[in-house]
């Protein structure tokens, strides 16, 4: 799925309303999960680590036209070793993954028990899935794939993911104009109320789960960190070689 014009759709008045929505849940949340090493994926526009308490962090940029990161990479393939984050933050990148299911499959391999993923989605269930259906104009967002929340939840299920919470936002209809935006901002307050399934953007926090394994955790106060995150050539042959055959 392309997002050529992705900056200059966050822009616009629409793109600012979806910033501040997810950037607010984000923050929220980010706080509560604890670690060495976390990573935000896509949509870089947004700083949204800014409230995590993990030390440190990594940006990825999915697209080399887009705000630069510490990382160029497909979200199929990222260039990590296997059980080294934390914290994976996924921003519509399985909307735009030409493989959503296989980025799943890659979050698994690089978090670490009980590590936590994040996502944020178009939901095809409401005013922002109408518009997607009626008008695809092969601009962005609409040109997106507005996978279902229950697809995605069965998904990480199936990949042995324990499901921490999931929401909405942006109940707002996707307006381009700020003054309608403005109108339909008490939405927003009453929607989770009202219709809490009809939000156009769906956000869920998950946690990697390992049958048969006993968690042991580190001395917070005496763990060092080591480096070396991002994986060599042999080293990430070696991470594709054992998830050979895990489907």
């Not at 998904?155 to 993911?161: C, E, I, N, Q």
């Not at 106060?221 to 994986?231: G, H, M, Q």
Request: with cysteine; hydrophobic share 40%; proline share 6%.
């Amino acid at each position: 799925m392309s997002i050529a014009n992705q900056q200059e759709w966050l822009s616009s008045p629409l793109g600012d309303y979806l910033q501040a929505q997810e950037q607010s849940i984000f923050d929220e949340a980010v706080g509560d999960v604890f670690g060495f090493n976390a990573i935000q994926v896509g949509m870089l526009q947004m700083d949204l680590l800014r409230n995590s308490r993990i030390p440190f962090s990594i940006r990825a940029n999915l697209n080399p036209g887009q705000i630069p990161g510490q990382l160029l990479c497909d979200s199929v393939q990222l260039p990590l070793l296997s059980n080294s984050i934390d914290l994976l933050l996924l921003p519509h990148g399985l909307d735009f993954s030409t493989n959503p299911q296989q980025t799943l499959r890659e979050a698994e391999r690089v978090l670490v028990a009980e590590g936590h993923i994040m996502i944020t989605g178009f939901n095809p269930v409401s005013s922002w899935g109408l518009k997607h259906m009626l008008g695809k104009n092969g601009n962005y967002p609409w040109n997106s794939s507005f996978l279902s929340l229950l697809r995605v939840k069965d998904w990480l299920a199936l990949l042995g993911f324990e499901m921490v919470t999931s929401q909405m936002t942006c109940y707002s209809p996707p307006l381009s104009k700020a003054a309608w935006l403005q109108r339909f901002q008490f939405m927003d307050k009453v929607g989770g109320r009202w219709w809490p399934m009809m939000g156009g953007v769906y956000f869920i926090v998950a946690k990697k789960k390992v049958v048969g394994m006993r968690l042991i955790r580190p001395n917070w106060n005496k763990a060092k960190f080591k480096p070396s995150l991002v994986a060599t050539p042999s080293q990430k042959g070696d991470c594709q070689k054992t998830g050979e055959g895990q489907d």
